[in-house]
């Protein structure tokens, strides 16, 4: 999944899933040490504070997402995020996103499609397939426009990127860093990302403020950790020495893929994440 919120600027879009690619609630394997959670999530997002001059008076909106597959078959999320972000004198801007998302557990192939309205405008889709083929990987995109391009072939994709995240919090690292693409904005863009992991949380510690996750009996036994992942615009260049994170997303990451307590950081405003609704799904296993 595509993590979500990607822009800002787009009323709080994942401009992934996610994904949720994104994400947020992402399952794989392979490098984790064991099987990840098929799972239905809702959150329920609301506006922490607003700071800088680009003020934001109030934000609202929820998350849907579902996720399914194993690591023999690959790795299927599905997202919605409806969103409302008020700017103040009767300045509301309402986002519509789908997204829909395949990755290969091996990490080989990715196929993602996004769908965003904004208001009453046109939808603006993404859809795209990401091939790893030796050292690169070709990306062919069908919309918005046409196009075949190659990034690195160190870059990651969406479930990747948490595999590694659990990986290095498993072996008590506390950074990492990682390049990602998960076909959002125009389906061309790719991200820098800082990992910051703190010391882990036993799953008989009970949380602070609970939510169905931490009361699930699927749950109750994961090891969790303290995240917060920074995204860089690769394109962008830092300024004295120094480069600004597009957004931060924080939250706790459980051993099995799935997230809580969510935090985004758009420098201007602060955006919660709060997990109302958690159901854990059937899956089949691998013969």
Avoid at 175 to 190: A, C, I, P
């Amino acid at each position: 999944m595509i993590l979500p919120f990607r822009n800002p600027s787009r009323a709080l879009v994942l401009t992934i899933a996610v994904a949720a690619g994104a994400g947020l609630v992402h399952g794989a394997a392979a490098a984790a040490g064991g099987p990840f959670l098929a799972h239905q999530a809702l959150y329920d997002l609301s506006l922490v504070k607003s700071r800088g001059s680009n003020s934001v008076s109030d934000a609202r909106g929820r998350i849907l997402y579902n996720f399914s597959g194993s690591s023999c078959e690959g790795y299927t999320s599905e997202f919605r995020q409806v969103s409302e972000l008020d700017s103040g004198e009767g300045k509301v801007t309402l986002s519509d996103l789908r997204s829909s998302s395949w990755e290969d557990a091996s990490g080989k192939s990715y196929r993602f499609k996004i769908d965003t309205r904004m208001n009453d405008s046109d939808s603006s889709p993404v859809d795209g397939i990401a091939e790893r083929v030796g050292d690169h990987i070709t990306v062919k995109l069908t919309q918005p426009v046409k196009k075949t391009f190659n990034l690195d072939g160190k870059i990651v994709f969406p479930t990747e990127q948490i595999q590694h995240i659990i990986a290095a919090a498993r072996d008590g690292k506390a950074v990492l860093e990682q390049t990602v693409y998960d076909g959002s904005d125009n389906g061309e863009k790719v991200y820098n990302t800082l990992t910051v992991i703190g010391r882990p949380i036993a799953g008989d510690r009970a949380p602070s403020s609970p939510d169905p996750s931490t009361a699930s009996d699927a749950m109750k036994t994961m090891t969790r950790w303290p995240v917060t992942v920074s995204y860089y615009d690769s394109d962008a260049r830092a300024k004295d020495g120094e480069q600004t994170p597009v957004y931060a997303m924080s939250f706790e990451l459980y051993e099995n893929g799935v997230s809580r307590a969510l935090v985004l950081d758009y420098n201007d405003f602060v955006i919660s994440g709060a997990l109302d609704k958690f159901d854990v799904r059937d899956s089949k296993p691998c013969k």
